[in-house]
Antibody
C-alpha cells in the first residue's frame, strides 16, 4: 500500500508561484509516473502533468508554459511549481502515482492507482 | 473543457442497474484504454476500473466496464446506497499528448 501526502501553502497571491510537495511512503520510484492532478471547486478533474522516474516529464498543454515538476528521490518526494497564478488556479491539488497499463497490442497507457488526500490552494490577494 | 463527455447525472433505486456513458474520439478512447475513477464528496478519486473492463482488487463484480469504438460505459448493477458518488472516465489523448478526464457523472441512489 503506497501512501501519498501533499503539503504546501494553502493561500497564494495572484502572479506568484504555487509550490507543493508530495511525500511518498515508498522508497521505490522506479517504473512509475509521479503526477499532479487538480480539481477546481465543484468542477471536474484536470491532469497537470507527471515526471517519470527517469526524470522525463509531460505536461498538460494548457499549463505547460507555467509548470515545473521535480523528483527528489533521496527525500521520497516530488514537487510541483506553477507560476504566474490567477484565481483560475484555485483548486484542490492531488498528487498521484501513475503506472503504465499495456493493452492487447502492447501499447502503454497510464493510469493513476494511488492518490494523496488533496490540498486546497486558494489564489487570492 | 473536457474532450470526454459524460452525462452530468444518473440515478436509480436500490437494486436497479445504472449505466454511465463516456463519449470521446479516435485520438483518445478510440486509440487507448479507458479507466474509471470513483470520487466520494470530500475525498480523493479512487481507481475503479482500468484497461476498459478490469477491476482493481476490492471492487465488486456488480460494477463492469466496456468500450466500443470511441465510447465507453460503466455499469453498476444491484445499485446500493454506497454507490452514490461522482464517476469519471479517463484516457490518454494522442493528439493532445495529455491524460484527459471526462466531465463526470453524479450517481444518486433514490
Amino acid at each position: 500500500q503506497v501512501q501519498l501526502q501533499e503539503s504546501g501553502p494553502g493561500l497564494v497571491k495572484p502572479s506568484e508561484t504555487l509550490s507543493l510537495t508530495c511525500s511518498v511512503s515508498t522508497a521505490s520510484f522506479s517504473n512509475y509516473y509521479w503526477s499532479w492532478i487538480r480539481q477546481s471547486p465543484g468542477k471536474g478533474l484536470e491532469w497537470i502533468g507527471y515526471i517519470y522516474y527517469t526524470g522525463s516529464t509531460k505536461f498538460n498543454p494548457s499549463l505547460r508554459s507555467r509548470v515545473t515538476i521535480s523528483l527528489h528521490t533521496s527525500k521520497n518526494q516530488f514537487s510541483l511549481k506553477l507560476n504566474s497564478v490567477t484565481a483560475a488556479d484555485t483548486a484542490i491539488y492531488y498528487c498521484a502515482r501513475g503506472v503504465d497499463y499495456f493493452d492487447a497490442s502492447g501499447y502503454p497507457s497510464p493510469l493513476f492507482d494511488y492518490w494523496g488526500q488533496g490540498t486546497l490552494v486558494t489564489v487570492s490577494s | 473543457q473536457s474532450v470526454l463527455t459524460q452525462p452530468p447525472s444518473a440515478s436509480g433505486t436500490p437494486g436497479q442497474r445504472v449505466s454511465i456513458s463516456c463519449s470521446g474520439s479516435t485520438s483518445n478512447i478510440g486509440s487507448n484504454i479507458v479507466n474509471w475513477y470513483q470520487q466520494f464528496p470530500g475525498t480523493a478519486p479512487k481507481l475503479l476500473m482500468y484497461g476498459n473492463y478490469k477491476r482493481p482488487s476490492g471492487v465488486p463484480d456488480r460494477i463492469s466496464g466496456s468500450k466500443s469504438g470511441t465510447s465507453a460505459s460503466l455499469a453498476i448493477s444491484g445499485l446500493q446506497s454506497e454507490d452514490e458518488a461522482d464517476y469519471y472516465c479517463a484516457a490518454w489523448d494522442d493528439s493532445l499528448n495529455a491524460y484527459v478526464f471526462g466531465t463526470g457523472t453524479k450517481v444518486t441512489v433514490l
